[in-house]
């Protein structure tokens, strides 16, 4: 793609077909709305949302923002090395329009969606500002942000404190509140050690429901899943599975996150898949260049990721799965989009070879793509997918388009 | 936090079937990470079935015992503790205090666990603690008929132990706790 010979490939391959008729609509030769404050149209909100690939395959339109320089993002798109998006990050303009957006008293949150939607560059430490703001962890107005960044950094501190720790450290607790000065069995004297009583069946090898020794060897199970998955995730990255003391520390991270999420969450609990939504949340938090907001990385990730999955816990839970907001009803949406958008490549699938479309679109949905392309790609898509005002379901359906 | 099973004279087949019911519905293998126990077991389907509960087993030789590759003591080093491990038909008067703290000192340990006489007990002594857990299944000893089942889980965390005490009286299980922590002055 980076030769730019054919600069529309999937028309191209298309044109032989029936091609849709918003593929050729005019939206892509003109340049956008003149009024900045105004969001795109709702009618054309579908076809907008894969505009950060569909434009850059016009190299030639005349679009004000993206200087050609765009056609490196096709170049990660082909699956070539994805290094060259880094190319994105030299837009001036783009970092521009954005610190304009933000440095306002009151960020408008529709403004920045719609910035975001063409993609958030990677340089000055805007994106995990901006995607903080679309994740609605930081409210839109500035002066709040110091006090609910405190707040809620605390309250993460309180859930590792509480959630976090070992049954023996609890029993301890639970001991010195109860028996304010015993004096210590200085082991010098002699003597028959005295017995105590132990609390409402407190001891390791209760089976009592509310054990707390019996809760954490229940618990455990969950913990070693987290842990298995978590050394899997992005073998490839030096962030994740590197040797140094580092990326060990990323991952005691990102374990923490997960493990405190599933004991506060015990309906949906863990479920396999959680620990490639939170990565690229946590990578781009610890990566952002102003310190102070990397040292707490680990609590914003953690209240970001509980925002991203309310929107669709649905998804994940077990019961729900042949329900009206379960995932099977999500897949078929899906497959009606695509029905609507693309009938001969539906019936392709559907009839011809009638392959079930639960087999490529459950990943697609509940991971957020983020299992199909690089990791670089997926943070671009990302910000695309979090700006979309109707969030990240209504994006969910779009990647018929990227995958077909 | 490291959980460690103290447990011995079960005396299996001869004078005992098996471990009490309610004792073996408790113990379920993945909870505890070592096994220490102090003889007489006596067949190799215990030995077996300790192994399936946690495969860091240690164990000394009893006088009634099988297998004779059993060693009559052993010393481990558990956090930042020392245990040792003995019988105790060995040391003469049985259940003595000072003829058990003299092998205390001989073997240089913290915690010193044997058995033998069937009863529970716990002391402290000269900078020591001496355990014994008991029959695990109540089997009749040399000295008494009257034993009740009974085994030890210690819960070793830093400095601190936290001994429980499981004894099955009438029937039901009873747990109690014994508390204690090592101090700077004990030898290192």
């Known amino acids: 793609m980076a030769d730019g010979a054919n600069p529309n490939p999937p ?21 956008p709305p003149p009024a900045r404050h105004l969001s795109p149209p709702r009618a054309a909100s579908p076809p907008t949302s894969p505009p950060p690939h569909q434009r850059r395959d016009a190299p030639a339109s005349p679009l004000p923002h993206p200087p050609p320089a765009r056609g490196d993002d096709a170049g990660s798109y082909d699956g070539s090395d994805g290094d060259e998006g880094a190319a994105s990050s030299s837009r001036p303009h783009l970092v521009a329009e954005f610190t304009v957006a933000l440095v306002r008293k009151v960020v408008d949150l529709a403004e920045l969606r719609r910035l975001a939607c063409q993609g958030v560059p990677d340089a000055a430490g805007v994106r995990p500002i901006v995607w903080k703001l679309l994740l609605g962890y930081l409210p839109t107005d500035h002066v709040l942000w110091a006090y609910e960044l405190e707040k809620k ?65 229940q618990e455990s ?30 991952q005691e991270s990102l374990k ?9 969450n015990p309906g949906i609990r863990y479920v396999q898949g959680m620990n490639e939504v939170l990565a690229p949340l946590y990578y781009v938090f610890k990566n952002d260049p102003e310190q102070n907001n990397a040292v707490s990385a680990e609590p914003d990730a953690f209240f970001c990721f509980v925002e991203l999955l309310s929107g669709f816990r649905d998804n994940f839970c077990k019961q729900l799965d042949n329900s009206v907001v ?36 459950f990943r697609w949905i509940t991971l957020l793509l983020t299992q199909e392309f690089k990791f670089r790609d997926c943070i671009h898509i990302w910000d695309a997918l979090l700006g979309d005002p109707e969030g990240p379901q209504v994006c969910g359906f779009e990647p018929g388009w990227w995958g077909g | 936090m490291v959980l460690v099973l103290a ?26 990470q070592h096994i220490i126990c102090t003889g007489n077991l006596c067949i190799k389907e215990v030995h077996d079935y300790l192994k399936s509960l946690c495969p860091d087993l240690h164990i000394t030789r009893g006088e009634y015992d099988e297998d004779a590759r059993y060693p009559e003591t052993k010393t481990l080093t558990i956090g930042l503790f020392k245990l040792g491990l003995c019988h105790g038909h060995q040391v003469v008067p049985w259940g003595d205090l000072d003829s058990l703290a003299m092998l205390q000192r001989q073997l240089d340990v913290d915690i010193l666990v044997t058995g033998h006489t069937h009863q529970f007990k716990a002391y402290k002594h000269e900078g020591g603690v001496v355990i014994n857990p008991g029959s695990a299944t109540g089997a009749y000893s040399s000295i008494t008929y009257d034993v009740n089942p009974s085994f030890v889980l210690m819960d070793i965390d830093g400095l601190r132990v936290v001994v429980y005490v499981y004894e099955l009286i009438d029937g039901e299980v009873k747990v109690d706790k014994i508390d204690f922590k090592k101090t700077a002055t004990m030898h290192a």
Do not use: C
Not at chain 1, 337 to 360: G, S
């Open chain 1, 11 to 31: 028309t191209a391959r298309l044109r032989q077909k029936h091609v849709p008729d918003w593929l050729n609509s005019p939206i892509w030769s003109a340049p």
């Open chain 1, 153 to 217: 950094r605390s309250q993460y501190s309180a859930f590792k404190d509480e959630l976090l720790v070992n049954p023996s450290e609890v029993t301890r607790r639970m001991d010195e509140m109860t028996i304010s000065k015993r004096n210590g069995h200085d082991l010098e004297e002699t003597g028959v050690l005295p017995r105590a009583e132990i609390v409402h069946d407190e001891h390791p090898l209760s089976l009592g429901k509310t054990s707390v020794w019996n809760q954490y060897f």
């Open chain 1, 221 to 250: 199970e969950i913990v070693e899943q987290i842990d298995r998955d978590v050394k899997r995730t992005h073998p490839d990255m030096q962030f994740f599975n590197g040797d140094s003391s580092d990326a060990l520390s990323n």
């Open chain 1, 256 to 264: 923490r996150i997960l493990t405190i999420f599933a004991k506060l």
């Open chain 1, 326 to 361: 379960g995932i099977r009803s999500t897949i078929s949406k899906l497959s009606q989009l695509l029905k609507r958008h693309d009938e001969e490549l539906w019936r392709h699938l559907e009839v011809v070879t009638k392959v079930n479309p639960q087999f490529y679109a």
């Open chain 2, 7 to 32: 447990l011995g004279d079960l005396h299996v087949p001869h004078r005992a079937a098996d471990l009490p019911a309610k004792f073996k519905s408790m113990l379920v293998p993945g909870k505890i």
